[in-house]
């Protein structure tokens, strides 16, 4: 299995080459060069089997020999033990045909841990090898850099620095960036917003001399091993319903756009997917792109859904790379558009899109109502992204089962929610002592200096 760029200009990789390079040297994203097919046989037979048997048969064929198969099944059982279910990814039922498949009972209360987690665990396994240590440097508006921190707080051979804009994120976030205890994981709290924290990291991937001077690697949503994690809960919430002798529907709160983009790989992979629905909250590039064929950026209006408040979804170059017949110079040349604002969709690439995708958009009042007609009517409570899914799978329900995904535990924002229904949600049991355990969190300027000075002490290169 070989992975090439979505630029077509960049050195084709292994699995393993792939994963740690992140973003591809031509400023592309890696892709398979091809999608291994699962018959209906294979499907059929993975109704039953535990979420990480089921993650083994799904990955295996994108793996090429980056890993034993003894070993890699170690580290799937490795990643999801801290999970608080032993389903993983349960399924419950909102009403009729519509479900929810809930995405967060890992250790951060969010869908990223399936993806943080194993990716965490890979990266470890392969540094072993070869006795490479690597540092990660992450921004954050709070669930990455949360999940980043719990995936790989103790690993051997990598450094995590995490850069939050202080003030800005929830306290269950930032305490659970915070409070990990292991020297090899760092929060940082940066004088500034989101965009700056972005921008900081972005500027440390460009200088060169620092990049290859504490070996830096990147863990964001567009990391081809995070988005292949993701495609697993896909099939085995599908393979539950029935599938493949039964096709389901998907509806997917999107930002980044690396969800949805893992639902589409695993219907690429032979999955009867029959709808696989955008959802997006009033930051709805996505859903006007589709409607109108132009991908314009409009700024970022924050939201109760903060993790979907975004400019533009870097994720969506794949399926723009699929659009556009794989042919890379396209695709870059819609890049450089976009840096002036955006562009038109070609009505080639828009027919392939609008048969691959549907779309929907949540206003902020309706996403409040949906949480507390959801609450209502079955018990359930929704966080505000997962609640955004719920509305726009309603209005794209059918004759076939429609399953919305829950992104994040509501007690990860309980401001939201409790504003919304009046009910403030309580954190899992195995999480309570959260607001007891001691925080550990450096304050840094907006200054690319200081925090590569502090990053060359603390990984003592
Ligand atoms: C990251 C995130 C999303 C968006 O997922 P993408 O893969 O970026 O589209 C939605 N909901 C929650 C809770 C998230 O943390």
């Known amino acids: 299995m070989r992975y090439i760029s979505t630029r077509g200009a960049a050195p084709v990789l292994t699995f393993g080459e792939a994963m740690m390079t992140g973003l ?11 999608v291994p ?12 089997l535990s979420y990480e048997d089921i993650a083994f048969r799904v990955m295996r064929p994108f793996l090429g020999d980056t890993f034993g198969d003894d070993e890699f099944r170690g580290l799937l059982a490795r990643a999801y033990a801290g999970f608080g279910h032993a389903a993983r990814a349960p399924l419950v039922q909102l009403g009729p045909n519509h479900f929810l498949l809930e995405l967060f009972h890992g250790p951060t209360l969010a869908f990223k841990d399936f993806a943080m987690q194993l990716i965490g665990q890979m990266m470890q396994a392969a540094l072993a090898k070869t006795g490479e240590r690597i540092t990660i440097v992450g921004a954050t508006s ?17 450094d ?4 939050y804009p202080h003030g800005r994120v929830s306290d269950v976030q930032r305490r659970q960036m915070t ?74 709160p999107t930002g980044n756009f690396g969800d949805i983009f893992a639902g589409y790989i695993a219907r690429k992979m032979g999955l009867p997917i029959e709808k696989l629905v955008i959802a997006t909250n009033q930051n ?59 562009f038109t969709i070609s009505q080639g690439a828009l027919q392939f899109l ?65 504003a919304a229904m009046g009910v ?9 002592d959260l607001f007891d355990r001691p925080e550990r969190v450096t304050r840094v300027p907006n200054d690319l200096a200081e925090i590569q000075a502090l990053v060359r002490e603390r990984t003592a290169l």
Not at 24 to 34: H, I, K, N, Q, W
Not at 37 to 48: C, E, H, K, P
Not at 301 to 324: C, G, H, T, W
Request: net charge negative; aromatic share 8%.
């Open 142 to 158: 709070g669930d990455t850099g949360s999940a980043a921190m719990e995936a790989f707080r103790g690993l051997a051979n990598v």
């Open 24 to 34: 591809a040297r031509d400023g592309g994203l890696y892709v398979p060069e091809s």
């Open 179 to 252: 409070t990990p205890a292991e020297a090899n994981v760092h929060a940082l709290a940066m004088d500034g917003d989101f965009d700056d924290c972005q921008a900081r990291v972005k500027d440390m991937f460009n200088d060169f001399a620092f990049r290859d001077g504490v070996r830096l690697a990147g863990v964001n949503s567009i990391n081809w091993a995070r988005v292949l994690a993701q495609v697993v809960y896909y099939f085995s919430s599908a393979v539950s319903l029935g599938a493949p002798h039964r096709p389901v529907s998907f509806t997917v």
């Open 424 to 432: 403030r949600p309580a954190l899992p049991p195995r999480m309570a």
């Open 354 to 418: 609008r048969e691959t995708f549907a779309s929907g958009r949540c206003s902020e009042d309706e996403t409040r109502a949906t949480i507390t007609q959801a609450f209502a009517e079955t018990g359930e409570i929704l966080c505000p992204h997962s609640a955004v899914g719920v509305k726009v799978a309603a209005d794209h329900q059918g004759a076939t089962p429609m399953i919305t995904l829950a992104t994040a535990h509501p007690a990860k924002f309980p401001d939201a929610v409790q």
């Open 37 to 48: 097919v699962m018959t209906q046989d294979q499907i059929a037979a993975l109704a039953g």
């Open 160 to 163: 995590l620095f995490i850069l």
């Open 284 to 342: 709805d590039i996505l859903d006007r792109a589709l409607k109108s064929g132009a991908y314009v950026t409009d700024g970022v209006k924050p939201s109760i859904s903060p993790s979907m408040d975004i400019q533009v979804s870097s994720n969506f170059e794949r399926a723009l790379f699929d659009a556009y017949g794989r042919d890379g110079a396209s695709v870059a040349a819609l890049m450089a558009e976009l840096k002036t604002g955006g």
